[in-house]
């Protein structure tokens, strides 16, 4: 079936000391690992999403250093009810240090499993696979993330 819709998602991609930031998550009945971010809203910009997104998510207001990567193929959404065609828009970002969210280093490291669970991991951007990530458009923007934050 054909979607007649539309999905944006806005992420934005935190790198600190040779390592990137990402959120374990457990939604939609699925374990997922991705990178922060989620919907935009309607009456939304993209950057505006990506703030409340980082404020929502982390508690952390962010500075948003520049485009990163924006799909540039077709992509239909894997994991919701309805078939929708994905459009994913990544930025590259900075949080004032301290950084005020906590991360560890266990995958999906929650108290319980319940939708909407989430917990935040540091990897290391040289070792970074696709297969760390759960989302096809995350896996496919790996090389270019590794490129990009390359020491």
């Known amino acids: 079936?054909?979607?007649?819709?539309?999905?944006?998602?806005?992420?934005?991609?935190?790198?600190?000391?040779?390592k990137i930031l990402v959120t374990d998550e457990?939604?939609?009945?699925?374990?997922?690992?991705?990178?922060?971010?989620?919907a935009?809203?309607?009456?939304?910009?993209?950057?505006?999403?990506?703030?409340?997104?980082?404020?929502?998510?982390?508690?952390?207001?962010?500075?948003?250093?520049?485009?990163?990567?924006t799909t540039d193929f077709f992509q239909v959404t894997e994991l919701l009810p309805s078939n929708m065609?994905?459009?994913n828009i990544y930025y590259t970002v900075r949080v004032p240090k301290p950084y005020?969210?906590?991360?560890?280093?266990?995958k999906f490291d929650f108290p319980e499993v319940v939708d909407g669970a989430q917990s935040f991991r540091w990897l290391e951007i040289e070792t970074?696979?696709?297969?760390?990530?759960?989302?096809?458009i995350d896996r496919r923007i790996v090389p270019m993330i590794r490129a990009y934050f390359s020491v």
């Open 100 to 106: 005020p969210f906590k991360t560890t280093s266990r």
């Open 85 to 87: 065609q994905l459009i």
């Open 40 to 69: 935009l809203e309607f009456g939304e910009g993209t950057l505006d999403c990506l703030r409340r997104e980082f404020r929502e998510e982390l508690g952390a207001e962010i500075e948003i250093l520049g485009h990163f990567y």
């Open 1 to 18: 079936m054909k979607p007649t819709r539309f999905n944006i998602r806005i992420y934005g991609l935190l790198a600190d000391a040779g």
């Open 26 to 38: 457990f939604r939609l009945n699925t374990f997922m690992t991705k990178f922060p971010g989620g």
């Open 128 to 136: 970074l696979t696709e297969e760390d990530l759960t989302l096809p």
